[in-house]
């Protein structure tokens, strides 16, 4: 099956610093990918859709300065949170959808991050 | 716009029984999917079944089977022979004509032993 590698799994980081988030596709080619965010026991959040070779679309209300994505290659995205503060501090989540309409989005697992 | 609800919080079921988890979905859009995910503690989200909109037969997926009511705009989700395994959080999930997926509140299910 489709596989999505997401790196770190965990980061802690001071205030004011910035933090990259890696997502892979191993064995597929992903021409989108999604971020999304995820409260404590809350649903998934989308942020952004990310396309390769052009700017990521961003959901209204989030910070395309604060929240850098890019999106290199066909099996790379990459989200920067960028001068991180406490209340960035949350479970980050990729995913790569397949080839093909009805293709799953297939997640990574995740990144938490928190922000002191 | 678009919008899935999933009015149960939380679910108890007892082991090996059957487990109906309900998803209601809005839109305008005449082509969609919906998509069930299963998010275990550790965080990582496991995609369980897919129902296109113009699926006439209810998709099965192992022990994990759709009922799609599509008059009704619902697509629950039935687990059956549950097992202690399967407690988690469940996701319903559905992808528009924008090709944005978008989540529901989720379920939390618990399985007694």
């Known amino acids: 099956g489709a596989v999505v590698s997401q790196h770190p799994s965990r980061v802690i980081c001071k205030s004011g610093t910035s933090v990259k988030i890696e997502c892979r596709s191993l064995?597929?080619?992903?021409?989108?990918m999604f971020w999304y965010r995820q409260f404590p026991k809350k649903s998934l959040m989308l942020m952004a859709t990310?396309?390769?070779?052009?700017?990521?679309?961003?959901e209204q209300g989030v910070e395309k300065d604060k929240f850098l994505i890019n999106h290199a290659s066909l099996t790379l995205s990459t989200l920067t949170v960028t001068s991180a503060h406490p209340e960035d501090s949350s479970f980050y989540i990729c995913?790569?959808?397949?080839?093909?309409?009805?293709?799953?989005?297939?997640f990574g697992n995740g990144t938490r991050l928190t922000v002191t | 716009a678009q919008k899935i609800t999933q009015t149960q919080p939380g679910m108890f079921v007892q082991e090996k029984e059957a487990v109906t988890l309900d998803c209601t979905y809005d839109?305008?859009?005449?082509?969609?999917?919906l998509f069930w995910y299963k998010q275990p503690s550790s965080g990582e989200m496991i995609f369980l079944i897919y129902?296109?909109?113009?699926?006439?037969q209810n998709a099965t997926e192992g022990r994990y089977s759709l009922n799609f009511q599509k008059a009704r705009k619902s697509a629950n989700l039935v687990i059956s022979a549950s097992q202690l395994g399967d407690s988690a959080m469940y996701f319903c999930?559905?992808?528009?004509?924008?090709?944005?997926?978008?989540f529901g509140t989720g379920t939390r299910l618990k399985v007694l032993a």
């Open positions: 990310s396309n390769e070779g052009s700017k990521a679309t961003y």
């Open positions: 995913s790569a959808k397949g080839a093909g309409l009805n293709s799953p989005l297939h």
């Open positions: 839109t305008s859009d005449q082509s969609y999917g």
């Open positions: 999930a559905m992808r528009g004509a924008t090709y944005k997926y978008i």
């Open positions: 129902q296109g909109s113009y699926d006439e």
């Open positions: 064995d597929f080619q992903a021409t989108t």
